[in-house]
């Protein structure tokens, strides 16, 4: 059974009189352990996608089953609970709390699970290793690189060991040398700790890094032919 | 640890620290916040000062006799000297004691009281002063005067109240004791202070009654204080009163009398309540600007506390808590500001002059009404944080 499954998917928003279709009747299944990356140009409604899928935004109509939950029918308390147990969110813009440590940032996650804080402790060093930031574990956001930065987001999107983990434009703002380097550690988290990925971009560099690719075009999904070096890193 | 309300809250220190994040902001908030509290506690220890000074003053065994219709003020009523002697061998309700000659001593203080104007060392301008002619018998009608320095006034001399210096709107150093006063073509030296509880009688000047009859050239008295026998009442005297009608005399409790006085300042105390809530409005509205302020440029943050599945009352928590720990600091340092610089700050009034009374009431009152602002100005925000659209936060600049 996938662990993400959306079916006949459709957002509609009010803007004044207008009415804006982001989405149109998407469907879609991925598999534990994928790395899908979702392409498009702006306002395609790839983001729209994303977060519904992140289930901090409800559809128009349609299912999304996440884990085996049908997270359009929870309340919101209920979808806040369930998020903190089964959803990542990487930031483009890092969204790191400014006057908490690298450190307390990555914990955040996990005071929101049953966890004591030995159990809370091992877990965050765990993360600050897996990206190369245990030294900087004191360091505010103020005293941290961009790449730093979205190190400690990566960090604290797997710290809890989520379902899924969902990356909206995470190298958006960042240099070439260090998207690379955000990139191949998502590759690497995916391929190391079997993390399921969905990633939003813009570029398709970036994209290409992805087992598999979607592409959505006006609010429609569509599934390019996977290439053939994509179906053998899949071992299709 | 985190989940006392059912649902997980915010660390404490994400609160503390927000305070910190601008902490010019938070000094300005902190300083305006404990501005508001102080003037709160100035106007609650204003009316608590009032109130306790008039209700101290009523001892519930004394009564006053005067003429009839004069219990609203005393200073109109005018009984012959002689019907001081008659009411103490009339009444058989007054309270009589041992004297050192093996004697009985009627416990009636006859006196003369009225407000006048006052020079102190013949300085030029002249304040008005309540001024009580008493006699030996005074103290043990008056039973709650202590005297702080110097001795009883012998003829010619006045004791001063502790609060009278502020009565007559000068330095209590120019009531010192050998000093000098004039009042009603006479000088009086200063041979003492008293004080008696904090009641209205701190305000007056008090001088034998025979020498103030003398300079008045008045052969009256104002009233007859007299302490009731135990077991006695009111009643006893108000009956003795109505049958005798020739003697045109009425009986009020002190205790009635002051709380009558209660009545007449009952509008000042409720323009005082009005101010208190005026100000706590200001409060409210300071901090509530802030505390939307502290909204407005943490929307994004908040979005993202709540995309990482804080709830959203978990996050009103924690702006409440930042908006309540200002107001408590703010709190502490007014009630720390006022039970140092304020408490015992005497002011004048018509009636004489009472004390800001900073007690445990005034800051109770004080707190609570900072605490109030703290939780009043950051509900609105608190609310406008939770109503926001996590993926529209999440847009935010």
């Given amino acids: 059974m996938p662990l993400v499954e959306i079916h006949g998917l459709t957002k509609e928003y009010h803007k004044g009189d207008q009415k804006i279709v982001p989405l149109r009747d998407a469907s879609l299944a991925i598999d534990k352990g994928d790395f899908v990356s979702l392409m498009g140009a702006s306002g395609s409604g790839k983001s729209t996608l994303l977060n519904l899928i992140a289930g901090i935004d409800r559809p128009t109509s349609g299912t999304i089953h996440v884990a085996g939950t049908d997270i359009a029918s929870l309340t919101r308390t209920q979808l806040a609970h369930w998020r903190a147990r089964n959803v990542g969110y990487i930031f483009q813009l890092y969204n790191l709390i400014p006057v908490l440590t690298a450190y307390e940032n990555i914990e955040l996650p996990l005071l929101l699970l049953p966890l004591a804080r030995a159990e809370r402790q091992k877990r965050v060093e765990i993360a600050l290793a897996a990206v190369g930031l245990t030294d900087r574990a004191d360091h505010y956001p103020r005293q941290l690189s961009g790449g730093q930065e979205q190190r400690v987001g990566i960090a604290r999107a797997i710290v809890g060991d989520p379902a899924v983990v969902v990356a909206d434009e995470p190298t958006g703002d960042l240099d070439a040398e260090t998207s690379e380097q955000i990139l191949h550690l998502l590759q690497r988290l995916n391929a190391e700790l079997g993390t399921t990925l969905l990633m939003v971009t813009h570029d398709p560099k970036s994209a290409s890094i992805a087992r598999r690719q979607l592409r959505l075009d006006k609010g429609v999904l569509l599934e390019p032919e996977p290439p053939k070096v994509a179906l053998a890193a899949r071992g299709a | ?397």
């Fill in chain 2, 1 to 397: 640890m985190y989940e006392a309300f059912g649902f997980r809250l915010l660390p404490w220190d994400y609160g503390v620290r927000n305070l910190l994040r601008r902490p010019a902001r938070s000094a300005m908030t902190l300083f305006g916040l404990t501005l508001v509290v102080v003037l709160v506690l100035v106007v609650v220890g204003f009316i608590r000062g009032l109130e306790v000074s008039l209700s101290v003053s009523g001892d519930p065994q004394v009564v006053l006799i005067h003429t009839l219709g004069a219990a609203e003020n005393m200073e109109n009523s005018s009984i012959p000297s002689s019907q001081a002697a008659l009411l103490s061998a009339s009444l058989k309700s007054v309270q009589r004691q041992q004297g050192p000659s093996g004697s009985k001593v009627v416990c009636a203080s006859p006196e003369l009281f009225l407000g006048t104007q006052v020079n102190i060392d013949h300085e030029s301008e002249e304040s008005l002063g309540l001024v009580r002619g008493i006699t030996p018998a005074t103290p043990l009608v008056r039973r709650n005067v202590q005297i702080l320095q110097g001795n009883w006034p012998g003829p010619g001399e006045v004791l001063v109240g502790r609060l009278a210096a502020t009565k007559l709107g000068t330095r209590p150093e120019e009531l010192a004791v050998g000093k000098t006063v004039t009042f009603e073509g006479r000088t009086w030296k200063i041979s003492g202070h008293f004080a008696s509880t904090g009641s209205a009688l701190e305000a007056e000047l008090w001088c034998p009654l025979e020498d103030l009859q003398l300079a008045m050239k008045r052969q009256d008295l104002s009233l007859v204080a007299i302490l009731l026998a135990s077991g006695a009442d009111l009643a006893d005297v108000d009956e003795f009163c109505k049958e005798r009608l020739d003697l045109e005399l009425q009986a009020t409790a002190e205790s009635t009398y002051y709380a009558s006085l209660q009545r007449h300042y009952g509008p000042v105390r409720l323009l005082a309540w009005l101010i208190v809530v005026i100000i706590a409005g200001a409060g409210i509205f300071t901090g509530m600007n802030v505390m939307y302020g502290a909204v407005t440029g943490r929307v994004r943050e908040l979005a993202t506390l709540q995309t990482i599945g804080f709830v959203r009352r978990a996050i009103a928590l924690s702006l409440l808590q930042e908006g309540m720990l200002l107001a408590m600091s703010a709190s502490l340092l007014a009630a720390a500001f006022a039970v140092i610089a304020i408490q015992g700050t005497a002011v004048r009034f018509t009636m004489g002059a009472f004390t800001l009374r900073v007690d445990s009431t005034t800051v109770l009152i004080g707190v609570g009404v900072g605490l109030l602002v703290g939780v009043l100005g950051s509900i609105p925000p608190a609310i406008r944080a939770m109503r926001l659209p996590v993926v529209e936060g999440l847009k935010a600049i």
